[in-house]
């Protein structure tokens, strides 16, 4: 009787939220099936970045990774993939969350220099729309090397 | 002689050296039992895990003690593997081979490396966990319930200046093998056909995910825990990663209802995952855990996009939201341009358009939006401000309980009528808003009895399988529509016709305008049909339309006005309608009671005159 109860719900209800998702979620997912997750909508897949197999792989975030942690020496790669739309509104501000993690991930304990120098060097560290998530960590890290104050500061440099 | 002795030896192999030990599942004391079965995930003597390679006995998911045995054999075997990546069952079935080296089962076993795990444990650095919890969906009623998740929070965070964007997040998620589209995928979510796991990423990407591409406040809470806790929890959410998916289904094997019992393997002793109804709510999870003293340490709102959006508009200078909303348009930003808040504004009016759209902004306004990030990085950097302060009344654990019992007095004209109603959930329009989305309605599976004192008859008043409403609020930065759809059968008053009913159904849409966050005004239109013996022509079907105003008085009233006008197109549609029009009163004397006055007039069918007062009283509580 209760699938017959919820089934009369999900008719109404589900056919817009459930439809066209797409995920690009890690974890067991190989094993099972990929594509979906019922818990998100269609909005995933703009939301989040799609990483290539092989750097997903590489990064240990594909559903076929072992476990699902991403390698350190791909955090900044990954993080500034999967947040392009955030990173590049608050590098134009020069200050906001985002900024303040992307920082952290250079190891540089100073934010608030670190979001000056890439709202000073914006069109340089994303010199386009197109601007991809490794060309965007590319860009900033040779800007902190060009830095004396980033250069000397951010430890993972 | 010889038969007997291959008999022996069968023994020998089949039956498990810690049985021929004397050790047993019914040997355990009360409190092992519960972890054990906790562990397996056992609910009414069976597994809720799905995968075979989440036991090691054939028997498992149907045998506790099977599984007991079959596992201290091969924590004992060095040779043996288990999960999806042969590791040796020491290391997968991590949670088990401590406790039951705990309480005494293992003594003596050599204790195997486990490279991998380590690995993972420390990549993820947890030194303490927070339940997240997603507000729905706005104008997507199927997401009233919300979701949830846990965040793995990294130690050392305010000393090395790190923030919980980094943490990883452990979601239980359901994964569908196709495309499937609406109808095929809630019968599959309704009857089985999907299976779930465990999604363990970075917050950050559920932070974009939620927050930002779904307009969904984030709360967060964060729990006291201690390592022992911790520990048991990593690897008891490693031996579910490495061997097994749960099949998933809406009700009762949702993402909140296997987190909860994943959850109340670390939390044993408080009794997290009761599962006491049909169906397992995510605002059921945050609030067993908001009751247990000192658990939860501290609580955070992350306001959605939309939020932070209207936030930001609504203290801005009424000149600056006309220049905001002319800029947005336009194709060219002026070189010199220089007003930060309206530049900041244009900025985040266009994120949250590509989020709404689905990525589909057009060329000028991808144009602008470059040009404006541009511009914007020229001027002077944004200053750390004190946090935005945001309604956070959508907080789950301030909502009253999903199913509600009632009883009422009722007159409808000379009739006096007594009677008691049923609803299963959730949550409509008049109930208190604390804990749900304003002014949202999603109620399904109700039923009402009545006794009429004058006909001395009892009948049953309503059954409403479903009845949607999402009023959504109209604005330029986000036009879209509200909506409502129901499917029942209630009673027909329009004709002089004592307890008859009707089958109804209908499905409108229109505008919702909101002139403060306390009251909605909305007037829909759309299509209707009703069934019944006791029409002329057994159906009526046509053209509806619906006003309303809600107002949110005070914390603990609010009022309705409903005017519903309904056209017969099946004959002379302008001749043949009816309308009812109604005021409801709702006192709200605790979370989870309140009082109802309603009031209504349903006129003669044909005409606006008067065919039926209906006066009610009525008092609901919520379990």
């Given at each position: 009787m209760k699938n017959i109860i919820i089934a009369l719900l999900a008719l109404i209800s589900a056919t817009s939220v459930f439809a066209g998702d797409s995920s690009s979620g890690c974890g067991m997912g190989w094993e099972v099936a990929k594509n979906q997750s019922l818990?998100?909508?269609?909005?995933r897949s703009i939301v989040n970045a799609t990483f290539s197999n092989t750097i997903a792989m590489t990064m240990g975030?594909?559903?076929?990774?072992?476990?699902?942690?991403?390698k350190n020496d791909a955090k900044g790669i990954h993080f500034a993939e999967a947040n392009m739309n955030q990173l590049a509104i608050e590098m134009a501000r020069g200050n906001g969350e985002f900024v303040a993690s992307f920082a952290s991930v250079f190891g540089c304990q100073n934010s608030r220099a670190f979001g000056s120098m890439v709202q000073a060097k914006y069109e340089t560290v994303?010199?386009?729309?197109?601007?991809?998530g490794v060309e965007l960590y590319n860009n900033v890290k040779a800007q902190i090397k060009n830095n004396a104050t980033l250069s000397s500061t951010c430890s993972l440099m | 002689m010889r038969l007997f002795l291959l008999l022996v030896l069968l023994c020998n192999l089949l039956v498990p050296a810690a049985f021929a030990a004397g050790?047993?599942?019914?040997?355990?004391s009360s409190d092992q039992k519960d972890y054990w079965l906790k562990l397996l995930h056992y609910h009414k003597n069976s597994s809720?895990?799905?995968?075979?390679?989440?036991?090691?006995?054939?028997m498992g998911k149907n045998n506790p003690n099977a599984e007991l045995l079959a596992d201290i054999d091969v924590f004992n075997d060095p040779f043996a593997k288990a999960g999806w990546f042969n590791y040796h069952p020491q290391c997968v079935f991590r949670e088990r081979f401590e406790f039951l080296k705990r309480i005494g089962f293992l003594n003596g076993v050599k204790e195997q490396p486990c490279a991998e795990l380590k690995e993972w444990v420390n990549g993820l650095n947890a030194e303490s966990i927070s339940l997240i919890f997603s507000s729905s969906y706005p104008n997507n009623p199927s997401s009233l319930f919300g979701h949830t998740m846990i965040r793995l929070n990294q130690s050392g965070k305010a000393a090395n200046n790190?923030?919980?964007?980094?943490d990883y997040s452990v979601a239980f998620s359901a994964i569908p093998?196709?495309?499937?589209?609406g109808l095929v995928f809630a019968i599959k979510g309704m009857f089985g056909g999907y299976k779930g796991i465990l999604e363990i990423t970075k917050y950050y990407t559920k932070v974009n995910e939620?927050?930002?591409?779904?307009s969904r406040d984030l709360i967060e809470y964060d729990l006291n825990m201690t390592p022992d806790e911790l520990h048991r929890l990593l690897n008891h959410l490693w031996e579910i990663y490495q061997t097994t998916y749960f099949d998933y289904f809406?009700?009762?094997?949702n993402c909140s209802a296997v987190l909860v019992d994943i959850l109340a393997v670390p939390f044993?002793?408080?009794?997290?995952?009761?599962?006491?109804?049909w169906f397992y709510l995510p605002s059921e999870m945050i609030k067993v855990f908001k009751k247990?003293?000192?658990?939860?340490k501290s609580e955070n709102f992350r306001a959605s996009l939309k939020k932070q959006l209207e936030k930001q508009i609504s203290i801005m200078p009424n000149n600056d939201v006309s220049e905001l909303k002319k800029m947005a348009s336009l194709k060219e930003l002026r070189?010199?341009?220089?007003?930060i808040p309206v530049l900041d504004g244009v900025i985040s009016l266009l994120d949250f358009t590509r989020y709404r759209t689905k990525d589909q902004l057009t060329p000028d306004q991808k144009s602008m939006f470059r040009k404006a990030l541009i511009r914007r990085s020229a001027l002077a950097q944004a200053k750390v401000t004190d946090p935005l302060v945001y309604d956070?009344?959508?907080?789950?654990?301030l909502g009253h309980e999903p199913q509600k019992f009632s009883f009422f007095l009722r007159t409808e004209e000379a009739h006096s009528l007594i009677g008691v109603e049923l609803k299963e959930g959730y949550h409509d329009l008049?109930?208190?808003?604390a804990g749900y989305d304003p002014f949202s309605q999603f109620d399904f599976f109700t039923g009402s009895l009545l006794y009429d004192k004058k006909l001395n008859r009892v009948s049953y008043d309503q059954l409403t399988f479903v009845n949607l409403i999402s009023l959504h609020t109209y604005k330029f930065f986000d036009p879209q529509f509200s909506w409502a759809a129901k499917i029942l059968s209630d009673r027909?008053?329009?004709?002089?016709?004592?307890l008859c009913h009707k089958f109804n159904a209908r499905a409108y849409l229109g505008p919702t305008f909101k002139p403060t966050s306390k009251m909605a005004l909305s007037l829909m239109t759309g299509v209707f049909g009703e069934l019944s013996r006791h029409l002329e022509k057994g159906f009526r079907a046509g053209v509806g339309m619906e006003g309303s105003f809600l107002f949110q008085v005070t914390e603990k009233m609010k009022i309705g006005l409903f005017d519903e006008l309904r056209f017969?197109?099946?004959?002379k549609i302008k001749k043949d309608y009816y309308n009812q029009i109604g005021f409801k009163q709702s006192y709200f004397t605790g979370i989870n009671n309140e009082w109802r006055l309603e009031s209504s007039m349903v006129s003669k069918f044909k005409t606006f005159s008067t065919n039926t007062w209906i006066n009610q009283l009525n008092y609901g509580f919520f379990f």
């Amino acid at each position: 009787m209760k699938n017959i109860i919820i089934a009369l719900l999900a008719l109404i209800s589900a056919t817009s939220v459930f439809a066209g998702d797409s995920s690009s979620g890690c974890g067991m997912g190989w094993e099972v099936a990929k594509n979906q997750s019922l818990v998100s909508s269609s909005t995933r897949s703009i939301v989040n970045a799609t990483f290539s197999n092989t750097i997903a792989m590489t990064m240990g975030t594909s559903g076929c990774a072992k476990h699902s942690i991403v390698k350190n020496d791909a955090k900044g790669i990954h993080f500034a993939e999967a947040n392009m739309n955030q990173l590049a509104i608050e590098m134009a501000r020069g200050n906001g969350e985002f900024v303040a993690s992307f920082a952290s991930v250079f190891g540089c304990q100073n934010s608030r220099a670190f979001g000056s120098m890439v709202q000073a060097k914006y069109e340089t560290v994303l010199p386009s729309e197109s601007t991809s998530g490794v060309e965007l960590y590319n860009n900033v890290k040779a800007q902190i090397k060009n830095n004396a104050t980033l250069s000397s500061t951010c430890s993972l440099m | 002689m010889r038969l007997f002795l291959l008999l022996v030896l069968l023994c020998n192999l089949l039956v498990p050296a810690a049985f021929a030990a004397g050790i047993s599942f019914d040997n355990l004391s009360s409190d092992q039992k519960d972890y054990w079965l906790k562990l397996l995930h056992y609910h009414k003597n069976s597994s809720r895990a799905d995968s075979e390679k989440f036991f090691v006995s054939p028997m498992g998911k149907n045998n506790p003690n099977a599984e007991l045995l079959a596992d201290i054999d091969v924590f004992n075997d060095p040779f043996a593997k288990a999960g999806w990546f042969n590791y040796h069952p020491q290391c997968v079935f991590r949670e088990r081979f401590e406790f039951l080296k705990r309480i005494g089962f293992l003594n003596g076993v050599k204790e195997q490396p486990c490279a991998e795990l380590k690995e993972w444990v420390n990549g993820l650095n947890a030194e303490s966990i927070s339940l997240i919890f997603s507000s729905s969906y706005p104008n997507n009623p199927s997401s009233l319930f919300g979701h949830t998740m846990i965040r793995l929070n990294q130690s050392g965070k305010a000393a090395n200046n790190t923030s919980d964007l980094l943490d990883y997040s452990v979601a239980f998620s359901a994964i569908p093998e196709h495309e499937d589209m609406g109808l095929v995928f809630a019968i599959k979510g309704m009857f089985g056909g999907y299976k779930g796991i465990l999604e363990i990423t970075k917050y950050y990407t559920k932070v974009n995910e939620y927050n930002n591409g779904e307009s969904r406040d984030l709360i967060e809470y964060d729990l006291n825990m201690t390592p022992d806790e911790l520990h048991r929890l990593l690897n008891h959410l490693w031996e579910i990663y490495q061997t097994t998916y749960f099949d998933y289904f809406f009700a009762d094997e949702n993402c909140s209802a296997v987190l909860v019992d994943i959850l109340a393997v670390p939390f044993n002793h408080d009794n997290v995952n009761s599962h006491a109804r049909w169906f397992y709510l995510p605002s059921e999870m945050i609030k067993v855990f908001k009751k247990i003293p000192g658990r939860i340490k501290s609580e955070n709102f992350r306001a959605s996009l939309k939020k932070q959006l209207e936030k930001q508009i609504s203290i801005m200078p009424n000149n600056d939201v006309s220049e905001l909303k002319k800029m947005a348009s336009l194709k060219e930003l002026r070189a010199d341009y220089s007003n930060i808040p309206v530049l900041d504004g244009v900025i985040s009016l266009l994120d949250f358009t590509r989020y709404r759209t689905k990525d589909q902004l057009t060329p000028d306004q991808k144009s602008m939006f470059r040009k404006a990030l541009i511009r914007r990085s020229a001027l002077a950097q944004a200053k750390v401000t004190d946090p935005l302060v945001y309604d956070q009344n959508n907080r789950p654990d301030l909502g009253h309980e999903p199913q509600k019992f009632s009883f009422f007095l009722r007159t409808e004209e000379a009739h006096s009528l007594i009677g008691v109603e049923l609803k299963e959930g959730y949550h409509d329009l008049m109930s208190n808003d604390a804990g749900y989305d304003p002014f949202s309605q999603f109620d399904f599976f109700t039923g009402s009895l009545l006794y009429d004192k004058k006909l001395n008859r009892v009948s049953y008043d309503q059954l409403t399988f479903v009845n949607l409403i999402s009023l959504h609020t109209y604005k330029f930065f986000d036009p879209q529509f509200s909506w409502a759809a129901k499917i029942l059968s209630d009673r027909l008053y329009d004709l002089d016709c004592d307890l008859c009913h009707k089958f109804n159904a209908r499905a409108y849409l229109g505008p919702t305008f909101k002139p403060t966050s306390k009251m909605a005004l909305s007037l829909m239109t759309g299509v209707f049909g009703e069934l019944s013996r006791h029409l002329e022509k057994g159906f009526r079907a046509g053209v509806g339309m619906e006003g309303s105003f809600l107002f949110q008085v005070t914390e603990k009233m609010k009022i309705g006005l409903f005017d519903e006008l309904r056209f017969d197109a099946t004959k002379k549609i302008k001749k043949d309608y009816y309308n009812q029009i109604g005021f409801k009163q709702s006192y709200f004397t605790g979370i989870n009671n309140e009082w109802r006055l309603e009031s209504s007039m349903v006129s003669k069918f044909k005409t606006f005159s008067t065919n039926t007062w209906i006066n009610q009283l009525n008092y609901g509580f919520f379990f």
